[in-house]
């Protein structure tokens, strides 16, 4: 975790010293190796697309409709250090006030994913005991800490934990799994496992729909024509605080929103940009017919125009969070 740090610490440094060339090459994640992430846009344009094998999951009673591969992971991996460059840190200031993490408390990461948040977490707290829990494991396990377990979970179905288990859980980006009608069962479901006076952090963007016809909207209005034929709302974001209230399980201490302009030129901003590109990839299955494209040939067109479009258009990426303390 320490040489992924500086290895995005030293990229990001290169590319400010580099306006003119900001294009770079991204590695995979190999089992049992080192990751390293560059927020660039040239990696995979010409040899991803929907045409090319992409692994999904096979979870029947899932809405998520992202891939599971290697290609994924290293995205989720380079979003996890742009969503902590947007908002200062992994945990919002209010949690640090609340509870103890330098002496240790325990802590659940609900839809883990790669486990780069527990992973980075880890490296800042090591006092903390860890779980992560997803419907698909796809942890590189040499990476994780001792003190980290994984568990398969389904936050609609059921955690497989006791109540009021953990003293911070966190919800991110479940926004592509969760249908309108299951995110108050799924909230429900976070603060049963959470102890009381413990915390919930729920982090999710909101995609607004502009009706533009520059290659951002026009794939931000096809992910809008997706998830709303999936009962999805990719707006869930600015619903967040009242979706906690209406539990009546906890109170809503803290609510950041926060907003990054993807053409800007600043190292958050590219990170960002490398992200929506690489979610376009991982989305073509879904989105190809939605944007007309025919082929592997139009869905790297698309691509590359997708890249002029986020490099010169402005476009503001919104993304809420909220703390909730269990009553």
Request: charged residues 25%; proline residues 2%.
């Amino acid at each position: 975790m320490g040489h992924l740090l500086t290895k995005l610490n030293n990229e990001d440094d290169q590319t400010k010293d580099k306006n003119s060339n900001r294009s770079h090459h991204s590695k995979s994640i190999n089992s049992g190796s080192q990751v390293s992430f560059t927020p660039g846009f040239q990696a995979s344009t010409e040899n991803s697309s929907s045409r090319t094998q992409r692994e999904f999951h096979k979870e029947e009673q899932s809405t998520y409709w992202l891939p599971k591969d290697e290609d994924e992971q290293l995205r989720l991996t380079g979003q996890h250090f742009a969503l902590k460059e947007l908002f200062g840190g992994n945990i919002l200031s209010k949690a640090k006030e609340v509870l103890d993490f330098k002496n240790g408390v325990s802590v659940l990461d609900i839809g883990c994913g790669s486990g780069v948040w527990t992973m980075d977490m880890a490296s800042i707290y090591p006092n903390c005991a860890y779980e992560c829990c997803d419907i698909v494991d796809v942890i590189n396990k040499k990476m994780m800490p001792q003190k980290c377990k994984f568990s398969y979970g389904n936050l609609v179905k059921g955690l497989p934990y006791a109540d009021n288990t953990f003293d911070f859980v966190q919800i991110r980006f479940f926004v592509y799994a969760l249908t309108e009608k299951e995110w108050p069962i799924a909230i429900k479901e976070a603060l049963r496992v959470t102890k009381v006076g413990g915390l919930l952090q729920i982090i999710e963007h909101d995609i607004k729909d502009h009706g533009d016809l520059n290659a951002t909207y026009r794939f931000t209005d096809a992910v809008h024509s997706v998830s709303r034929a999936r009962g999805q709302d990719t707006r869930i974001g600015k619903e967040l605080q009242r979706l906690v209230d209406e539990t009546e399980m906890a109170n809503v201490i803290q609510m950041e929103r926060k907003q990054c302009n993807l053409c800007a030129n600043n190292a958050t901003a590219r990170k960002f940009a490398w992200n929506w590109r690489e979610v376009a990839s991982s989305m073509m299955p879904a989105v190809a017919p939605y944007l007309g494209l025919q082929d592997s040939d139009d869905e790297k067109r698309f691509l590359r125009e997708l890249e002029h479009s986020l490099k010169t258009n402005d476009y503001f990426y919104t993304v809420y969070a909220v703390i909730g303390q269990k009553i």
